[in-house]
């Protein structure tokens, strides 16, 4: 990814705030940029901006930037930079946090594709079988075709079954999958 | 002892070997399993939205029926216990109780199964069903999630209890630095190239402590352990040849267990040489 120069410009404070108010967001302004996140990242050196840089560009309200980055969706959600913040800012939360906010800005990568395709699943069925979960996927990334010797594998051994494991009784699952609105409409 | 248990998705797909092995293990200890019926996922990893997750983990929670939830897996575990821990806050389990049809009262807590055996049963107990102690040297890899973000049985950075139990089945567990460092489980399907890359890390560092398996506490972790070895070995051009087994498999071959009983046949990574060593049949 291109690094442009931060500009006044940049700066969304309506981003900021959004973030800010998230219970994740309280000590967000506390970050003294001390890196034991990023020291302690396991991928923080694929990622566009550390987690280090993020929690900042947060706190400038960067939301450009923030949301078209890979950072969030390459976070593993180890939580090891989480336990390890001085400031208990929990940037495992953060990037949890940003990725509805990012979706709903019609953001879209293979991450977003995925967990799209794995909600859909839980939604129908209420359970997640790995092959309707891998079909579904690949139907949106070819690439996936590859990964047929490695699925036959798994067959062999009988750790693939082809059948879809089903709830009894779904009708919860709508109204849980609405709660994500309902709560941000109640702040 | 009564637990309500949760057994998770992975338990019916991509872990029946553990799922074989908690069975056994737990039948002969006499610790009752009782899975909710009607359960649904947790939302793993993958369900982006924290508040639908914690719906999802409250629903199963409010299902327990007044006992303790157990679950085998380190993804569940993480959720449960997070949900848990949210659900405290009484503005939010109003929202979340309003689109469950059983109510989530938080008297129902989450505890991995590890937890049940060496908290709740103890070691002690644990080494009086031991027939057999294993004159091996195990890796204890916890991973992320059992003791991240959220747990009350061990340290969350340089968790002892995995090394505990290996040791009390008369193995010895192996000095690792990498205990709870990500396998990569979570990224596999979108970005496996850097996944495999923290795979490989790992099982180098396992390797070159000259044990005769890694111990896993997750399916996700076995996953990419166990499932994805080979994928590692081809892409860095490397041998490590190293068998990953759940927890349970390894007290059930302490226990006197025929591999058979504990599902060691479906790993992809043989488990033959492991179990030639401990002495018993492959």
Redesign the interface.
Known sequence: MKKEPIIPESKDSAFREQVLKTPVGEKILTCMQCGICSGSC??SQ?MDYSPRQLVRMVQLGLKKEVLSSNTI??C?????C???CPRGI?P??LM??L??IA?AEGITN??VK??TV??DV?KTN??????LL?SK?SMTEPGMIKQLP?GL??MA?????LSV?R????K??G??????E??RE?K | MKYSYYPGCAQHGTAVDYRISVEAVFGRLGIDLEEVKNWNCCGALHVPDRTVKTGLSARTLASAKGLDMATPCNLCYSNLMRAHAALEDSALRTIVNEALTEKYDGNAKPKHLLEVIVKDLGLPKLTEHVKKPLKIKAVPYYGCLLTRPENDFDSPQNPKSLDELILSLGAEPAKYYYKTKCCGGPILITDEELALGLAKELLVMAKETGADCVVVTCPMCHLQLDAKQKAVESKFNIKIDLPVIYFTQLMGLAMGFDPKELGLSQHLVPTDKLIAKIGGRP
């Open positions: 396991p991928v694929e969706w390459i593993t959600t180890c939580f090891s989480s336990v390890r929990h495992t939360e949890e946090t990725k509805p979706i293979r991450n995925f967990d794995f909600s839980i209420g359970r997640a079988s790995e092959f891998i996927y490695f594998s798994m051994k009988r750790k693939l079954p494991d709830m009894e009784n779904t919860e699952l109204t849980i999958f609405k709660l994500g309902k709560s109640k």
